[in-house]
Every structure is written in structure tokens, then in C-alpha cells.
């Protein structure tokens, strides 16, 4: 998260077209500290307090970027997306496209989801924006990601939607480099190699595979973990190379499992090159409930466990 | 082809005549070429009134009724838009969004989709972009008495006078939601809402173009001296269907009161004020009619968009 902060003000202080909008972003620091310093730093006309109107923010944001503005908006939490669905499916999405290819909108939806420190709001709705032509939906894993992708995000001349992981923001941390860097939107990264099973994990999923394949090396089965890192565009290449060398295939995402972005994964895999695939694929995410706000939530969603014990059985259930 | 408005030594009276002409004209032979083109006969005064006094920097978003006028006094090409609504080659749009749209160059809110509502937040928007540049740039923005119920007007007038934003909000007030009479689903006037925002809120008789611009004057003086939004709903009167083959049963059944023409009534009023003889009236209509009859000519043997539109490679940037 502070490797998202520092992308925002890095841009902020070389791009006077880049501002921020979104709730408790001045004074309180940002929902989860995720706007830390900035108010300071770049004052109230930059780091915009908004009122609870989350279609309003959106429109608004949308409406800057047109005029010339480069604006970021924030959406407290993922659960708050479908306030502003109209300006986030029927207009963002279609701005450059409907108008012949002339409109730019250089905006970037910032956005958090799944279960986190405090547990509140954990639904995870990105695949919805995945199925949209217009958006580009990137879900980063690492801090390194982070920073690099936000950059990328601010910099790219459509709509961006900027997922973050909730559970990451108090995971492994690791050093960043300093100056503006780009993490390209779209493909895709080998977090781990491994001869048996390709996992693609996506956002907070990615530690949950790493976790697995260290439990499953000692039994002697090695997980490729893909680190899908952009939901839209997916990067089918990249999933199809990792299958044709492991010929098997995982994918694991915080969200539900039903028209998921994992279903998109094995698509891409089966409608390209469906001899290449060894045994049954396996798709990993939340139980079909309403994610629960309770304790009883750790048992809607997945875990390490979850994945070990896929790759046992896709192992076990390899034709000969 | 230049608009028969655009020739030169007209008086600002007739001009705004020939603008007004221009759009009954257009609407006419829109309707008759496409049944479902949305018609905007007797609402002129309301749409031209809202836009006539803008500077070319401004930002416009025109409600979907009867916009092509409006585009036009931006500088839009009346062919370019005629294509759109005939689904013929040439439009801004490539065929791609509802046909009510305008040229992005010209500073216009463009419509894509054509969910009633969201306009009213790019709108807002436009208006945060100039006061963010710290221009006196402003943003004029129209929309139904139906779409005036959507929560996106709540959000952006509380945002945009939260924030004090250089807009004006003009209620096109026409008495219809489709089929629906505005007195069963407003039960107050729109312009009352204003003060829940703490900003003007006025009414006013949306046939009558003088009284319009007026009105907008101080509205737009406001918006511009960083004063913040206003709220403004001017009252017409929907003379035709919801779309041009509406058959309208439901009229009968929710009779209402017509509206003195907002054209009759100004082309007299020049005549009155002795600054046009009913002979310039009518060549300015004849024109008019002629400049709409050519373009209709010239766009209706163009070809249909079709798959060279679709444009594969234009989603992004
Ligand atoms: C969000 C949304 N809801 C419903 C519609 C369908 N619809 C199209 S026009 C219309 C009536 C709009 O009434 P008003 O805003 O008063 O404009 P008018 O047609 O009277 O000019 C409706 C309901 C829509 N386009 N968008």
C-alpha cells in the first residue's frame, strides 16, 4: 500500500493534471492509511474530500478526464463499486469507443477488496468489470507490482480499474525502487517455476500458492505459480505457455468461482490448445455464499489448504 | 454547409430565430425519416435559450432532446449529424452510440450509452476540470424532468455545490417522462430542490427565449465569478410523442395544456420590437428549410455504417 502511495505522489508531483478524489482521503489519511501523506503534501483542491456519492465521484472524475484532467478516484472499498455502476459500465468504458475514437478519459478507479485486517466490505466483484470491452482491470500482488502498475494506470490514456487486495497490505514487504517506474498493464508473471502444475493466482491469492508450493515441494510436486497481475487484458500467451510445459492447471482468486475470472483462464487454455491438458482443471475461490462478514467468513474463502490439496488431486488424476 | 443562421448581418434577435427556426425544421424532417427520432418541437426556447450566450471554451451537455441545434451552434456539422440519426457513414459517433451525440472537440459532454442521469456527472466533471486549471471556464448542463428524479442529480448538485463548481443545471422541463405526466412524479417543483443545496433555484417560462437567457445570464455570471452552481428549470411543453411514431393513447388519458409556440411567440415579438419584418421571418424558415432539405438529400444516399464502423481497434486509446 505505501508502494500505491508513493506511485500517486510521484505522479502527482510531476503531473499538476493528476488529483485525487474519494472519502476520509485528507485529514484521516485514507480508508486502511491509503492515501498517507498526500493530503499533506498536495493540499485540499488536490486531495479532494468527497461527499458520500460514489456515482457523482465517478462521473465527476470522468467528466476532469475529458476536460484534460488526469484524475485517480477512490472507492473506499470494492463493495461500493455498484453505487456507481452506471458511470462505471455505461460510461467509462464506452467514452473513447462511442465517440468514433476521439474521447480520452485518463482516469484511474482505485479500489480495494477481499478479506482484510479489519474484515469489513470483503466482496470481491472485479470479474464483473473483467467482462467489460473499454476497461483495463488490474489486480497487483506485490509492492513492486503495486507501484508499477499504479504508475501505469495514471499514465494510460482510458479507464483503469486498480484492485487491491485487502489481506496484502499487511503482507511480505519488500524494497521498491524510488523513481517512477511502469509495470506494463497486461501481462502476466512467473512468481515461481515448476515442472508439474501451472497455478494462476490472482491478487491476495498469489501468497496463498506460495505458501502451497512450499508445502508440496517436499512431497516432490512443483507448482508454477503465474501471477496473473491484469484481469483485462487477460494474458493468454503467457497461461497457455505455462500449461503446455506443466499440462496441468489451478487458478485461484478471492472471488466467487462462477462466471470468474478462472473460468476465463481455463478458456484460455481449452479453446487454444485443449490436447496440451493432462488432466482436469481445478478453479479455486470463494464458496457460493455472501461472503460473511462473521468469523464464519475464513470458511467461505480460500486458503493454502485449498490449493495443496487441488494439486494432489490433479496429480493423482493425470491420464497415463 | 454553413447553417442559414451563420450568414452574416444578422441582427442577435434573428439569429437566435434562425436557430430556433433551424431545429423545428431539422426536427420535422427527422421525424419523418426515422419514427424513432425523439422530437423537439415547441421545446426550442428552452434548448436554444440554455446555450446561446456560452463562450466556444465552455462545456456544454444538452439533454438528449432536440440537442443537434445546440451542437450546431458550436459548430457542428448538420450532415455529419444527420448521419447518426439515419445510421449513414459521416457521423461523429461512427455509428457506434445513440444518435444524439455530439463532437468531443467542441467541448460537448458526449452521450454514449444513453442511460438517462450520468450526464449530469461527466457534466460536474467538466466543471472540476476548469476549476481545477483555474480558468473561468463553465459548464451548462440540460436534462429532463424525468431524469431529474435520478440520484445522480441529488449526488452532483450536492457535490458540485459542495465544491462550488462553475455549472448550471437546466431542468428541460417538459411535463413528460415517456408516457408519465410530470405531476405523478414531481411532486414539487424541481427548482424548489436548489435550496436543500443552499444555491439559486429559479423557474422560469421556457417558451419565452428572452426570459430564458435572462435567467441563465445571472446564472452563468455566477458560474464564471466562482460563485458556484445554479439551478434553474425552465417550463415547455412537449408538443409531439416521445418519439416520433409514439402514438401517444396515454395522452388522452393524462390530458394536459399546450404551450403558446416558443417561435410564434418570439417572431412576433421581433416584429412588435421592430426588429424583423414578417418577411424576414419567413426567409429565414424558407432557408431553413432548404438547408435541412439539402442535407437530407445529401446524407440519405450515403451508405449505412456497417462492419468498416466497427472499429476492433479503437476501445482504448
Ligand atoms: C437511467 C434510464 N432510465 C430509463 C430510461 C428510459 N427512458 C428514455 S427517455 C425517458 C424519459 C425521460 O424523461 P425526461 O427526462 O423528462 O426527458 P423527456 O423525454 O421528457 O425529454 C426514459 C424513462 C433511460 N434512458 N435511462
Redesign the interface.
Known amino acids: 500500500m505505501e508502494a500505491v502511495i508513493e506511485a500517486i505522489a510521484v505522479a502527482m508531483r510531476e503531473d499538476p493534471?493528476v488529483?485525487y478524489i474519494g472519502q476520509d482521503v485528507g485529514a484521516m489519511q485514507g480508508s486502511m492509511q491509503g492515501t498517507k501523506g498526500l493530503w499533506e503534501e498536495f493540499g485540499p483542491?488536490r486531495i479532494?474530500e468527497?461527499?458520500i456519492?460514489e456515482?457523482?465521484?465517478?462521473?465527476?472524475?470522468?467528466?476532469?478526464?475529458?476536460?484534460?484532467?488526469r484524475p485517480i478516484v477512490e472507492i473506499s472499498f470494492g463493495e461500493f463499486l455498484p453505487a456507481a455502476m452506471?458511470?462505471l459500465i455505461?460510461?467509462a468504458?464506452?467514452?473513447?469507443?462511442?465517440?468514433?475514437?476521439?474521447?480520452?478519459v485518463p482516469v484511474v478507479v482505485r479500489t480495494r477488496v477481499g478479506d482484510g485486517p479489519y474484515g469489513g466490505h470483503p466482496q470481491d466483484y472485479s470479474a464483473w468489470f473483467a467482462h467489460v470491452?473499454?476497461w483495463?482491470v488490474v489486480m497487483p500482488a506485490t509492492p513492486v507490482d503495486a507501484k508499477g502498475m499504479m504508475t501505469a494506470a495514471i499514465r494510460d490514456?482510458?479507464p483503469v480499474l486498480f484492485f487491491e487486495g485487502m489481506s496484502l497490505s499487511h503482507a511480505a514487504r519488500a524494497p521498491v525502487p524510488l523513481d517512477a517506474f511502469e509495470t506494463p498493464i497486461g501481462p502476466a508473471r512467473i512468481a515461481r517455476e515448476g515442472r508439474d502444475v501451472t497455478v494462476v493466482a490472482v491478487g491476495s491469492s498469489l501468497p496463498l500458492a506460495v505458501r502451497a508450493a512450499g508445502e508440496l515441494a517436499a512431497e516432490g510436486i512443483e507448482l508454477e505459480i503465474l501471477d496473473l497481475r491484469t484481469l483485462r487484458p487477460l494474458d493468454r500467451d503467457a497461461i497457455l505457455a505455462s500449461v503446455r510445459r506443466t499440462r496441468r492447471l489451478i487458478t485461484v482468486h478471492e472471488a466467487w468461482v462462477a462466471g470468474g475470472i478462472g473460468a476465463e483462464v481455463v478458456a484460455s487454455v481449452v479453446e487454444e490448445a485443449p490436447e496440451v491438458l493432462v488432466a482436469p482443471v481445478i478453479r479455486i475461490g470463494a464458496a457460493a455464499v455472501p461472503v460473511p462478514s462473521g468469523k464464519v467468513r475464513p470458511h467461505a474463502l480460500p486458503n493454502a489448504r485449498h490449493i495443496v490439496e487441488a494439486a494432489r488431486r490433479v496429480m493423482a488424476g493425470t491420464r497415463a | 454547409m454553413l447553417a442559414p443562421v451563420e450568414a452574416k448581418g444578422l441582427s442577435e434577435g434573428l439569429r437566435l430565430y434562425g436557430w430556433m427556426a433551424l431545429s423545428r425544421e431539422l426536427d420535422e424532417v427527422l421525424c419523418a425519416a426515422n419514427p424513432r427520432w425523439f422530437p423537439s418541437a415547441g421545446e426550442e426556447a428552452a434548448m436554444v435559450g440554455a446555450f446561446c450566450d456560452l463562450r466556444p471554451d465552455d462545456a456544454i451537455a444538452a439533454h438528449y432532446r432536440g440537442p443537434l441545434v445546440i451542437y450546431m451552434m458550436r459548430g457542428a456539422e448538420m450532415a455529419r449529424l444527420v448521419a447518426q440519426v439515419l445510421g449513414k457513414v459521416g457521423g461523429y459517433n461512427k455509428g457506434r452510440s445513440v444518435p444524439f451525440t455530439g463532437p468531443v472537440d467542441l467541448k460537448i459532454v458526449p452521450w454514449v450509452a444513453g442511460d438517462l442521469g450520468t450526464s449530469l456527472g461527466v457534466a460536474t466533471g467538466a466543471a472540476l476540470a476548469f476549476q481545477q486549471e483555474g480558468s473561468d471556464r463553465i459548464c451548462v448542463c440540460t436534462f429532463g424532468d424525468g431524469t431529474a428524479n435520478r440520484g445522480d442529480f441529488h449526488e452532483n448538485l450536492n457535490l458540485a455545490a459542495s465544491w462550488r463548481l462553475p455549472i448550471v443545471y437546466v431542468c428541460q422541463h417538459n411535463g413528460w417522462a415517456i408516457s408519465q405526466p410530470a405531476k405523478d412524479y414531481l411532486p414539487a417543483p424541481v427548482a424548489n430542490r436548489a435550496a436543500g443545496y443552499a444555491i439559486p433555484g429559479l423557474e422560469v417560462d421556457g417558451n419565452d427565449v428572452d426570459a430564458v437567457r435572462r435567467t441563465m445570464m445571472g446564472a452563468i455570471a455566477r458560474a464564471r465569478e466562482g460563485n458556484g452552481p445554479s439551478l434553474i428549470e425552465a417550463r415547455t411543453w412537449r408538443a409531439k410523442g416521445h418519439w416520433a411514431a409514439d402514438p401517444q393513447d396515454y395522452r388522452a388519458i393524462h390530458p394536459d395544456t399546450p404551450m403558446a409556440d416558443p417561435l410564434v411567440r418570439y417572431g412576433d415579438r421581433l416584429i412588435q420590437r421592430g426588429e424583423a419584418s414578417a418577411t424576414d421571418l419567413d426567409r429565414l424558415r424558407d432557408a431553413a428549410r432548404a438547408a435541412v432539405a439539402s442535407t437530407l438529400e445529401a446524407v440519405r444516399v450515403l451508405p449505412d455504417t456497417g462492419e468498416a464502423e466497427l472499429g476492433l481497434d479503437e476501445v482504448h486509446p
Open positions: 493534471r488529483f483542491m479532494r468527497a461527499p456519492s456515482s457523482a465521484m465517478v462521473g465527476a472524475a470522468l467528466g476532469a478526464a475529458l476536460f484534460g484532467q452506471n458511470q455505461n460510461q468504458p464506452n467514452l473513447h469507443y462511442m465517440t468514433g475514437g476521439t474521447a480520452r470491452p473499454g483495463k490514456d482510458g
